[in-house]
């Protein structure tokens, strides 16, 4: 099965500064990734999506950077703000005839006011 | 709110009892999952329904039952569970076949096995 891995479990940022939260894939048929956040007590919440014929989607102060030759995509927030507190996950899914996300253990990120 | 409700949030029970968790999606979605959350573990799919029929089962223990009476509900039903078994279960539903087929989770079910 795939492997997704989050390089750092754990982020601290000054609030106002940018985040960037990196995930690494095992699937190179991965054709389509999903970002979550997941505050405590919550499911997790749907972020923003990128498609693999794209290397780069922005959103409401997120921005998602796909670069399929490393198998590599990150999340970037911009000024951070203590409600970005939460768990973020990255979900690839297995390919284009494939509904299964795979999850990693995801990225704790604590915004220090 | 992301239109996919559980219910109910909080539950302790015995490992004799049985008990029910319930999900309910108002996205007009046509697949349904639940997922086990432990701490400090990545999300374990549990199951999936795909236009009310059964397509995937994870090798998950018969002491978890599942039912999908409609592309809209979705039960998994408890009995005589272990306190392994304590965690958080997680709903989840998607339009199957579409090419970004989007999974919407509800708010948990946070289950305690005394």
């Known amino acids: 099965g795939e492997s997704v891995g989050l390089h750092l479990p754990t982020l601290s940022v000054q609030e106002g500064d940018n985040s960037i939260i990196n995930c690494a894939y095992s699937n190179s048929a991965s054709d389509y990734f999903i970002w979550y956040k997941q505050e405590s007590g919550k499911g997790p919440q749907f972020i923003i999506d990128i498609r693999s014929n794209m290397d780069k989607r922005q959103g409401q102060r997120v921005t998602v950077l796909l670069n399929k030759t490393v198998k590599h995509l990150s999340l970037q927030i911009a000024a951070t703000q203590p409600g970005d507190s939460a768990v973020y996950f990255c979900?690839?899914?297995?390919?284009?005839?494939?509904?299964?996300?795979?999850f990693g253990a995801g990225t704790t990120v604590t915004v220090r006011a | 709110e992301t239109g996919v409700t559980q219910t109910p949030r909080h539950l302790v029970m015995g490992m004799t009892n049985k008990k029910s968790l319930k999900c309910e999606q108002h996205l007009g979605h046509n697949a349904m999952y639940w997922y086990k959350q432990s701490a400090k573990k990545p999300l374990e799919l549990m199951f999936v329904y795909s236009l009310e029929e059964r397509v995937e089962n994870n090798s998950v223990p018969s002491r978890f039952s599942p039912e999908c009476p409609n592309s809209s509900h979705l039960f998994l039903h408890l009995h005589t569970l272990q306190p392994e078994d304590s965690a958080l279960y997680l709903c989840?539903?998607?339009?199957?076949?579409?090419?970004?087929?989007?999974?919407?989770f509800g708010p948990g079910t946070r289950l305690t096995v005394l």
């Open positions: 989840a539903s998607s339009q199957a076949g579409a090419s970004t087929d989007t999974q919407y």
């Open positions: 979900a690839p899914r297995g390919g284009s005839n494939d509904y299964k996300l795979s």
